[in-house]
Structure formats: structure tokens, C-alpha cells
């Protein structure tokens, strides 16, 4: 069975950066496998934040967090992370991790628990 297991969140202050951790088990990556980024802030709905494709590093990014946010992965490791750079009060969300596959776009079927980013202003 797919697990997913988040880490890295904390309270940091604005202007900081902070790497999130997605470490998976379970499961063997194919050409189709795509990783995500989803950030839920309080009050909002669960947002996309960016997306990669293990096997061929490709990359996407929501168009808000694009010049701040970096999704990286290591397959030996089958771990992928999601840095994010200068920190902003508007960062403070859960951040979960998921796994799917490609049809069309990348369908999440696997979900983390969640970490937490909390930035001070």
C-alpha cells in the first residue's frame, strides 16, 4: 500500500526559507507517476502548488508560488521536497504531499497527513 510521509514544517520567520519532505513507500515509480504540492491555508480551500515527474524531472508550478517555490526529487531515496524561499506570512498553510498518475493531468489517488508552515511576520 502507498504511503506518504510529510516533514520539515515548522514556525519560521519571514524572509527564511524552508525544505518540506515527502518520503514514499509502497510503491515503484513509472514513467507516469507525477508527485504533488497541495497547500491548504486557514479558512481556504486545498490549493495546487506544484507537481514532478520522478522518472523525467519535469516540473510545474502553480503561477502564485513559481519564482519562491522549488520541487526537487531523489529517487534512490524515493523522496521528493518542495523548498520554499522568502518566506511570507502568506505561506502559513498545511502542506501535503500526494502521489497519482497521468491521464491527461497528473490524478491524485495517495495523500500525506499534512505539515505545517507557519510564518511570522
Known amino acids: 500500500q502507498m504511503q506518504l510521509v510529510e516533514s520539515g514544517g515548522g514556525s519560521v520567520p519571514a524572509g527564511g526559507s524552508l525544505t518540506l519532505s515527502c518520503a514514499a513507500s509502497g510503491y515503484t515509480y513509472s514513467r507516469n507517476t507525477c508527485m504533488g504540492w497541495f497547500g491548504q491555508a486557514p479558512g481556504k480551500e486545498r490549493e495546487w502548488v506544484a507537481t514532478?515527474?520522478?522518472?523525467?524531472?519535469?516540473?510545474y508550478y502553480a503561477d502564485s508560488v513559481k519564482d519562491r517555490f522549488t520541487i526537487s526529487q531523489d529517487n534512490a531515496k524515493n523522496t521528493f521536497y518542495l523548498k520554499i524561499d522568502s518566506l511570507k506570512p502568506g505561506d502559513t498553510a498545511v502542506y501535503y504531499c500526494?502521489?497519482?498518475?497521468?491521464?491527461?493531468?497528473?490524478?491524485?489517488?495517495?495523500w500525506g497527513q499534512g505539515t505545517q508552515v507557519t510564518v511570522s511576520s
Open positions: 514532478i515527474y520522478p522518472v523525467s524531472g519535469r516540473t
Open positions: 500526494a502521489s497519482g498518475t497521468k491521464i491527461g493531468g497528473c490524478r491524485y489517488n495517495y
